[in-house]
Structures are given as structure tokens and as C-alpha cells.
């Protein structure tokens, strides 16, 4: 009821990022992260399941926000071409496109996610999965859930990978673990049947592939 009652009013207005940062954190310290927690947080999700859907929303907006923010920290050499990756998939965001989202950080990240976490007091800035060893320290994926499509989309110079309905291999969202251990390898998030580099034209080919796959177009 203390969840559900925190997110009720918020099913048709969106608050400002800092108070709903405010709630959200009210409601994890209560029952934890509900893409983790899940059984804490079914019946608020039986009860109230468009309250249950804002907070589900707001922390998928958390995490393509955050993954983000931090990779933009360490892109110094080319900011125009992380900002093209931004904006391409913030118009999905932007339009509730994506389902569920969720980083894995390689160690560089994670350390960034950690004092961001502790700095603003934010808990949701804490919740990410950790990847393991094959590339570099500062390389870092964003998992995306869009329809039937996982999509992983990698920092620098790593590339887009898509995996469809019937594909194998597709990696699990939400992976987390309290040991500091690596909860993905990059081999699973960059061995997708479909990928390629953001060389020119990558904005159309992906769009392509989402719209044929799902009918949806920001």
C-alpha cells in the first residue's frame, strides 16, 4: 500500500526528475528495486498495476539516462558521435518505446555509477549490472528491451547488436549482484545475430529493423 500509494498520483503527470529521483528512492529503500525484487513488489503490481507500471517506467528512464551521462563523461575524443547515439535513442525513450532497460558498466563506469550514487543520494543510480573482462575499462553496454527485440547497444567503438524473437542467446536484463562480481561477459552482448558499426547511415538501419519488427516509430 506505502508503494502503490507513492506512485498513484503520478499515472497522468510527470514530475519534475528531482522529486521523482525523491520517490523512487522512498520506494526501493522500502521494498527494493522491483526489476530485482520482483516477488516484494507483486502486490503492488496485483493491487495497483498502472502505479507499479510508473515506477517501471521512471526506472527505465533512470537507467538510458544514466548510461548515458556517465559514457559522456569518459567520450572526450568524440562527443558529436556519442551525442548522435543520444539523441537516436532518447526519441524512443522520450516516446515510452522502451520496455525495460539496464546497464552493465565496465569497471570505470561502475566506480562513475557509485559516486554518483552516493553524491546525489540517488539509489537507482546504484542498481546496474557489471561487465566483465574483454575490453576495455571504460567500455560499457546499454540492454534494451523493445517489443520481441533485446538490444544491446555498446559505448566507444563497440557496435549495435539486435537479437529478434527467435534468436539464440539473447542476454537477461537485470542482472545484479552485491559481490562486485561481473554479472555479463562481453562476448553475450556483442555476439547478437544482427549488428554493425555506427558507421554512416546506422541510425536508419536500426530504425528499420525496430519498425519492421515492432511498428514502432518515435
Known amino acids: 500500500e506505502f508503494a502503490a500509494a507513492l506512485f498513484e ?6 514530475p519534475h526528475r528531482e522529486h521523482k529521483t525523491r520517490i523512487m528512492d522512498r520506494a526501493i529503500a522500502h521494498a527494493g528495486d522491483p526489476r ?3 516477488p516484494r513488489w507483486r ?5 495497483a498495476g498502472e502505479a507499479y507500471a510508473v515506477i517501471l517506467r521512471w526506472l527505465t528512464q533512470a537507467s ?3 548510461f548515458f551521462d556517465i559514457v559522456s563523461e569518459t567520450m572526450t575524443d568524440r562527443p558529436d558521435m556519442w551525442n548522435e547515439r543520444r ?3 532518447t526519441k524512443y525513450l522520450d516516446a515510452e518505446m522502451i520496455d525495460a532497460a539496464w546497464v552493465a558498466f565496465g569497471p570505470d563506469g561502475a566506480a562513475r555509477a557509485d559516486r554518483a550514487a552516493a553524491r546525489t543520494n540517488d539509489a537507482s543510480l546504484s542498481m546496474f ?9 571504460q567500455h560499457s553496454a546499454l540492454i534494451m528491451k523493445m517489443g520481441d527485440l533485446t538490444i544491446a547497444e555498446w559505448s566507444h567503438n563497440g557496435k549495435w547488436n539486435i537479437w529478434g524473437l527467435g534468436d539464440k542467446g539473447h542476454p537477461a536484463l537485470f542482472r545484479h549482484n552485491l559481490s562486485r562480481r561481473a554479472d555479463y561477459s562481453t562476448l553475450e552482448l556483442a555476439n547478437a545475430p544482427t549488428s554493425g558499426p555506427h558507421m554512416s547511415g546506422w541510425q536508419d538501419k536500426i530504425a528499420r529493423i525496430i519498425r519492421n519488427q515492432t511498428g514502432r516509430r518515435p
Not at 9 to 14: A, C, G, I, L, M
Not at 43 to 47: G, N
Request: proline share 7%.
Open 129 to 137: 549490472g557489471r561487465l566483465g573482462s574483454g575490453r576495455t575499462s
Open 87 to 89: 539523441k537516436f535513442w
Open 36 to 38: 530485482i525484487n520482483r
Open 64 to 66: 538510458v539516462r544514466q
Open 43 to 47: 502486490p503492488v503490481e496485483d493491487a
Open 9 to 14: 498520483p503520478w499515472r497522468t503527470v510527470e
